[in-house]
Nanobody, 125 residues
């Protein structure tokens, strides 16, 4: 599976950005898709996840109510709609996929996601 993120860039506090992640290859092995982020000197943090078998979504407390994860299965594209941006949202954002169950537990388990994109930078200032 190949994952390619796009849509990062600069945003203002209170503003919005939308990230996209296009998937190709054996997308059947990505039932659980997620967004992670990592700022310099910090650990990788799970932001949001979506389980294709039912559409359940899961969010980190830090983004709940501000970010929305969605998926266009026909286009094999994952999105992260980011609203009410804060300077603390500044980070490199990665999309990731795994071919198994999904829950908020897996937002703390970056190690069990075998498929990763190259990342896209988001800067809020």
């Amino acid at each position: 599976v190949q994952l390619v993120e796009s849509g990062g860039g600069s945003g203002q506090p209170g503003g919005s950005l939308r990230l996209s992640c296009g998937a190709s290859g054996n997308t059947y092995s990505t039932n659980c898709m997620a967004w992670f982020r990592q700022a310099p000197g910090k650990e990788r943090e799970g932001v949001a996840a979506i389980y294709s078998a039912g559409g359940n979504t899961f969010y980190a407390d830090s983004v709940k109510g501000r970010f929305t994860i969605s998926q266009d299965s026909a286009e094999n594209t994952l999105y992260l709609h980011m609203n009410s941006l804060k300077p603390d949202d500044t980070s490199m954002y990665y999309c990731a996929g795994r071919g198994a169950v999904c829950s908020d537990y897996y937002l703390s388990r970056a190690d069990v996601f075998p498929h990763w994109g190259q990342g896209t930078q988001v800067t809020v200032s």
